[in-house]
C-alpha cells in the first residue's frame, strides 16, 4: 500500500551491480512538497534522485517518497511513519527551511540519518550541526554572498535589495552585503507569498540604484520578473539559482533574459557526469533538469557510494563513508566541511535562449571552494 | 530616498489597478452570495482555472485575446458544471456545509488541475500591443496594468448596466431580496442560479487570465486573492456590486500604500533593517485591521445590501 | 431516550478504541501508531474547543486555529526561556506541563476575549469573516516576529515534562494527552448539562427569546468564546510537545478549515464529534498519503460525500440525531 518505487524490476537493462549488492536494501525515505505551489521543485528532486537509482542499476536503495503537502505538521508525521514503521535509516528531500527545521532535530533524535538535497538553514550548519546530518547542496547563504561578491566586483556600486519578510529573506539580504562592497541604494522586505509587485518596483524606479538584487523563490520570483519587464524600469537584476532556476525560466519566458546569477551548477556545467546526466533526464523526463534535480541525484549517488563503502546499521562507519563523499558529483569538485555542508565551487550564470529553450549558461566562476560561515559555530571537527 | 509627488502618482495608480482585479474577484463572490446566499470558498479555483485555460489557450493559437476568451469561458464553463453537481444541493443548508463542500471542491480542483497541467507554473505572457510603458507626463507606467484598469472599469460598467438596466439585473436584485417571492412570480429559480453562479465564475476566470499575464500561474494562486476578496466584501457589504467596487480599491489602496509607506514612517525613528522588517510586518496586517474597524462600526459592511 | 443511550455507546467505544489501539501498537511493537493516536487526540481536543461555539453555539469561527499556533507558541516560549535560563516578561521559563498548561490557557483566554469581544458584535458571515481577519493579523505577525522564529518556527530540544512520566516515549505522552482530552470532555458534558450550556442553546436557537427571559446573549457567547479559546490553546501546547516544534503554521487559515473539516466529519455539536472527525481524518491523510501523490483529490472527494450524504457526520450515520436541543 505504500508508493514504492522498486528499482530491481525498472534497473533489469542496466545491472551494473553495487558494492554491496548481496545486503539487504537500505530504506531511503523522500519527503518533498509534491502539491500546491512547490510541486514543481519536489518533482524534480523526486525525479533527480530516480535517475540516478535507474542508472545505478541493482537495488541497493528501497525509495519510498511521500508527499508533505508544505506544511511542517504533515512532514514530521510522514518522517515518524518512515522510521518507524517503514524503518527508513536515511531520510532526505525536504525543500524549504522551515519543514527542515521541524523535521531534521526530530530525525537526529531517532538515530537516522539525514541528508538534505536542498534547504540548508544557517542553525542546522552552526550551533545546531549533528553528525548525522549532512547537506549534499549548500547552505541557504551561499549564493546570494557569490552574488554579492560578484556584484560588487563588477562595477555594481548602488545596489537595490529585496527579498520577503522571512528568515531564508533575510538570511539572503544578510548574505548579499557579506561580501558586496558598494552601497546599497535602498532595502525592502516584502510579504511571502506577495504577487503583485508594483509598489516595490516604482520604488525602485525612484531609488537612483544602478542594480536590483532579488531573492524571490518559486511563484514569487515569477510574478516579480514579469512585473519587472513590463515596467519600462531598465536597471540590470542579479539574483540566484533560487528565482532564475529552470524550474521557473520556463513560465518566466524573456522576462528572465540576461538576469546574471548565481549557482554551484547549470545544466552546460563542463564535465563527463553533468552531461550524461542532462542527457539522461532530457531523455527520461522530457525538460531539462533545473539545480535542484541536480542536487537530489547528487544525494542519491553520495548516498550509494556510502553504501558501497559501509554498514548503514553501523552509524559511525557509515558516517565516516559519507564524510568521504567518494563520488562523482555533477557540479565538479565536492567535499565536506566539518559541519558536513559542502566545500564547493560557485558560478555565475546568465539566463540566455539556446536551442529555443530559455536555460542559464555558465559565465564564470564567482568564488572557488566557498565554505559557510556558520562552520566555524560547529563545534565537530 | 524621498517620497515625490511622482512616486506617490505611480503608487496611487497601482492601488487603483489592484484594487479593480480584485473587484473582479470581489464581483463575482458578491453576487453569488447575496442572490443565493451562498458562501463559495472555490471561488479563487475558479480564477485559477481562468488564468490555466488562458495560458493554454495563448499557447496553442498564439494569441493572447483568443487565450483570455477561453480562459473566461472555461471558468463559466466549469462554474456552471459545478452548480449543477454540487452548489446546487447546499442552498438550503447551512454556512457551515458549505464552507466544508466549498473547502473540498478546493482540494479537488487543485489536484485536478495538477494533473492536468503539470506541477511546474505555466507561461504566460503579455500581448505586444500592451506590453511596454507609457509615459504619463509625471512618471512612465506599464501599458498593461493601465489596461488592466481599463478592463476593471469596463466591466464594472458592464455589470452596473447588467443590475440596472436589464431584466436579468432586476431579477437578480429581486432574488437578492427575496427568494421565495420570485419563485413565486414564476421565475425559472434554478436556471437563474446557475446563471448567476456562472456569471460570478466567468469574472473570477477574467480576473485569474489578466492577472495571470503578470504574475505566475500556478496551482494555489487561488487562495490568498480568495480571502482579500472576502475581505472587500466584508467591508463592502455582502450583494452589493457598489459596495464590492469600494471596498475593493479601499482595499487595494491602503494595501499598496501601506506596503509604500508603512516602511518608511519606521524608518524616521528607527534603524533602516528594523524598520523594513516591522513596517512589512504591519503592512501585511494592515487590511485585517482596516476590516476589523470597518465592521466593529458597521457591523454589516458599509453598504449593506438588505435594509 | 434510545437515541442518548446509542450515542452514549458510541462515546464509549470511541474513547476506548482510542486507548486500546495505541495499547496494542505497544504491545505489537509499532510506535509510530502511538505517535498518530496522540495526534488524533491533542487533534480532537482542538476540535472540542471549537465545537463548543461552533457546534453547540451555532458560531462559526473561521480563525480558531489562532488559538492553537498561541498555545503552541507559550509551550515553545517557556520551554526554550527554560532551557536558556533567560526570564521572559520577568518570569522565568518552564519546561513542566502542569505551569505551561495554565499559561497556555491563560494567554489563549485573554486573546480570545479581545477577539471575542469584538467579533461577536457581528453575526453570520460578518463574524466568520472577522475572526478569520484576527487569525490572519496574528499569523502575519508571527511570521514576520524574528525573535522566536518566524516563519521557521520555534523547535522545542526537549519535551516537556508531566511528573512520573518520560514524556519523550510515544506511550507516555500519548497517555498525557488521552487524559487531558478525557477530563476536557467530562467537563465539557458538564458544561452542557448545566444551566450555562442551557443558555447557550437557547441563545442559538432564538437570541431575542432568550434576551427576553433575561439572558444575556452577548455575555454568555462571550464566555463561551473564552472557554473554547482556552481548550484550543491547550491542544495547542500539546501538539507543540508532540511535534515538538511550534511554528506559524499552526495559525494558518487552512488549519482553521481543518478544524472545522474535524468538527463536521464527526458530527456537529456532538459531544465526541471531534474526536470521531480527528480519528477519519488523520486515518484518511495517512492512508491515502502513503498510497499516492494525488492524495488531496480523494480527500477533497470524500469530504464532499460527507457534505452531501452524510450529513450528520459519524456520529450521526451511528447514533441517529442529537437528542433535542
Not at chain 3, 109 to 136: D, H, N, P, Y
Request: aromatic share 8%; proline share 4%; net charge neutral.
Amino acid at each position: 500500500m505504500r508508493l514504492r518505487t522498486t528499482l530491481a524490476a525498472s534497473a533489469a537493462a542496466l545491472t551494473l551491480g553495487t558494492g554491496a549488492a548481496w545486503a539487504d536494501p537500505v530504506t531511503v525515505g523522500l519527503i518533498t512538497t509534491l502539491s500546491g505551489g512547490g510541486a514543481g521543485i519536489g518533482t524534480d528532486i523526486r525525479d533527480g534522485f530516480q535517475l540516478a537509482l535507474t542508472m545505478a542499476g541493482g537495488d541497493a536503495i528501497h525509495l519510498v517518497v511521500e508527499d508533505d503537502g508544505q506544511r511542517p505538521e504533515q512532514a514530521v508525521q510522514i518522517a515518524d511513519r518512515m522510521i518507524q514503521s517503514e524503518r527508513a535509516d536515511i531520510l532526505t528531500g525536504i525543500i524549504f527551511s522551515n519543514l527542515a527545521m521541524a523535521v531534521v532535530p526530530s530525525v537526529v533524535a531517532q538515530d537516522v540519518f539525514y541528508v538534505s538535497p536542498n534547504a540548508g538553514p544557517s542553525p542546522l550548519a552552526g550551533a545546531g550541526c549533528n553528525p548525522l546530518y549532512f547537506n549534499a547542496a549548500w547552505q541557504n547563504d551561499m549564493l546570494h554572498e557569490a552574488s554579492g561578491a560578484y556584484a560588487g566586483a563588477n562595477g555594481m556600486v548602488n545596489t537595490f535589495i529585496l527579498a520577503p519578510n522571512y528568515p531564508a529573506g533575510t538570511d539572503a539580504l544578510t548574505g548579499f552585503k557579506r561580501r558586496y562592497t558598494g552601497t546599497v541604494a535602498g532595502e525592502i522586505y516584502t510579504q511571502l507569498g506577495q504577487t503583485d509587485y508594483a509598489a516595490e518596483i516604482a520604488q525602485i524606479r525612484a531609488s537612483g540604484a544602478d542594480s536590483v538584487f532579488i531573492f524571490l523563490p518559486g511563484g514569487m520570483g515569477i510574478s516579480f520578473m514579469r512585473q519587472y519587464a513590463q515596467s519600462g524600469v531598465d536597471i540590470p537584476v542579479i539574483s540566484t539559482a533560487f528565482t532564475v532556476g529552470q524550474d521557473n525560466l520556463p513560465a518566466m519566458g524573456d522576462a528572465a533574459l540576461n538576469v546574471i546569477n548565481s549557482g554551484q551548477w547549470a545544466p552546460d556545467t563542463d564535465n563527463d557526469a553533468n552531461r550524461a546526466f542532462v542527457t539522461a533526464f532530457r531523455a527520461a523526463y522530457g525538460r531539462t533538469p533545473s539545480i535542484y534535480a541536480s542536487q537530489s541525484y547528487d544525494t542519491a549517488n553520495l548516498i550509494l557510494s556510502a553504501i558501497a563503502a559501509a554498514d548503514v546499521e553501523d552509524r559511525d562507519a557509515f558516517r565516516a563513508a559519507l564524510r568521504a563523499a567518494d563520488f562523482t558529483s555533477v557540479r565538479g569538485d565536492f567535499a565536506f566541511g566539518n559541519n558536513q555542508h559542502p566545500i564547493q565551487d560557485v558560478y555565475m550564470r546568465q539566463v540566455v535562449m539556446a536551442d529555443g529553450e530559455i536555460t542559464n549558461r555558465t559565465l564564470g566562476l564567482a568564488i572557488e571552494d566557498y565554505q559557510d560561515v556558520f562552520a566555524a559555530q560547529c563545534t565537530m571537527e | 530616498m524621498p517620497v515625490t509627488l511622482a512616486l506617490i502618482f505611480e503608487q496611487m495608480l497601482n492601488g487603483v489597478q489592484f484594487g479593480l482585479m480584485l473587484f473582479l474577484m470581489s464581483a463575482g463572490l458578491t453576487l453569488v452570495f447575496g442572490v443565493m446566499g451562498l458562501i463559495n470558498l472555490a471561488h479563487g479555483s475558479l480564477y485559477m482555472l481562468g488564468a490555466f485555460f488562458c495560458a493554454a489557450g495563448a499557447a496553442a493559437t498564439g494569441n493572447f485575446w483568443l487565450g483570455l476568451v477561453a480562459g473566461t469561458a472555461a471558468a463559466a464553463a466549469a462554474g456552471a458544471l459545478i452548480e449543477v453537481s454540487v452548489i446546487r444541493r447546499l442552498y438550503t443548508r447551512d454556512h457551515l456545509d458549505q464552507v466544508l463542500a466549498t473547502f473540498a471542491l478546493i482540494l479537488i480542483l487543485s489536484e485536478g488541475t495538477k494533473m492536468v497541467f503539470g506541477p511546474f507554473p505555466l507561461y504566460l505572457n503579455v500581448p505586444p500591443i500592451l506590453s511596454g510603458t507609457v509615459d504619463l507626463g509625471l512618471t512612465p507606467y506599464s501599458v498593461y496594468r493601465l489596461a488592466l484598469i481599463g478592463f476593471g472599469l469596463a466591466v464594472a460598467l458592464g455589470l452596473w448596466l447588467l443590475i440596472g438596466k436589464t431584466r436579468l439585473g432586476i431579477r437578480i436584485r429581486a432574488g437578492e431580496n427575496d427568494r421565495e417571492m420570485i419563485a413565486a412570480l414564476g421565475v425559472n429559480i434554478r436556471a437563474l442560479y446557475t446563471l448567476v453562479f456562472a456569471l460570478g465564475a466567468a469574472l473570477a476566470g477574467l480576473a485569474g487570465a489578466l492577472v495571470g499575464a503578470v504574475q505566475s500561474v500556478q496551482v494555489g494562486m487561488g487562495e490568498p486573492v480568495l480571502i482579500l476578496a472576502f475581505v472587500v466584501i466584508v467591508i463592502g457589504g455582502i450583494g452589493s456590486i457598489k459596495g464590492a467596487m469600494v471596498g475593493a480599491l479601499i482595499v487595494g489602496v491602503i494595501d499598496t500604500m501601506g506596503r509604500f509607506l508603512l516602511p518608511r514612517i519606521f524608518a524616521t525613528f528607527m534603524e533602516a533593517s528594523d524598520a523594513s522588517g516591522l513596517g512589512a510586518a504591519l503592512a501585511s496586517m494592515l487590511i485585517y485591521v482596516v476590516m476589523a474597524l470597518v465592521l466593529i462600526l458597521r457591523p454589516k459592511g458599509l453598504f449593506p445590501a438588505h435594509a | 431516550m434510545r437515541d442518548t443511550h446509542k450515542e452514549t455507546v458510541v462515546n464509549l467505544a470511541l474513547g476506548l478504541g482510542l486507548l486500546l489501539v495505541p495499547l496494542w501498537a505497544l504491545w505489537a511493537d509499532q510506535p509510530f501508531t502511538i505517535t498518530l493516536a496522540t495526534r488524533i487526540a491533542i487533534l480532537a481536543l482542538a476540535g472540542v474547543g471549537l465545537n463548543l461555539i461552533l457546534g453547540f453555539g451555532g458560531m462559526v469561527s473561521f480563525g480558531h486555529a489562532v488559538f492553537f499556533g498561541v498555545g503552541g507558541y507559550v509551550a515553545g516560549i517557556l520551554s526554550q526561556h527554560a532551557t536558556s535560563g533567560v526570564p521572559v516578561l520577568g518570569l522565568p521559563g518552564s519546561n513542566q506541563m502542569l505551569v505551561i498548561w495554565p499559561v497556555a490557557m491563560l494567554v489563549a483566554g485573554l486573546l480570545a476575549a479581545a477577539i471575542g469581544a469584538l467579533s461577536l458584535r457581528t453575526e453570520g458571515i460578518f463574524f466568520i469573516m472577522i475572526t478569520l481577519a484576527f487569525a490572519q493579523m496574528v499569523y502575519y505577525f508571527a511570521i514576520s516576529w524574528p525573535a522566536y522564529g518566524g516563519e521557521d518556527g520555534l523547535p522545542l530540544v526537549l519535551r516537556n515534562r508531566f511528573p512520573g512520566l518520560n514524556t519523550m516515549r510515544p506511550w507516555h505522552l500519548f497517555l498525557v494527552a488521552w487524559g487531558v482530552l478525557m477530563v476536557v470532555l467530562g467537563a465539557m458534558a458538564a458544561l452542557r448539562a448545566s444551566r450555562f450550556g442551557a443558555a447557550l442553546m437557547a441563545i442559538r436557537q432564538n437570541p431575542e427569546r432568550a434576551a427576553a427571559v433575561g439572558i444575556n446573549p452577548y455575555g454568555v457567547k462571550l464566555v463561551a468564546f473564552v472557554i473554547s479559546g482556552m481548550v484550543t490553546g491547550l491542544a495547542g501546547a500539546l501538539m507543540a510537545d508532540l511535534s515538538r516544534f511550534a511554528s506559524p503554521a499552526m495559525m494558518a487559515w487552512t488549519m482553521s478549515g481543518e478544524l472545522i473539516v474535524i468538527i463536521i466529519l464527526g458530527g456537529t455539536g456532538r459531544l465526541f464529534g471531534p474526536l470521531a472527525g480527528a480519528a477519519i481524518l488523520v486515518g484518511f491523510e495517512v492512508t491515502f498519503g502513503g498510497m499516492t501523490e494525488h492524495w488531496k483529490l480523494w480527500l477533497g472527494l470524500v469530504l464532499l460525500a460527507v457534505v452531501l450524504f452524510a450529513r450528520g457526520g459519524l456520529i450521526g450515520a451511528l447514533a441517529g440525531r442529537a437528542r433535542h436541543g
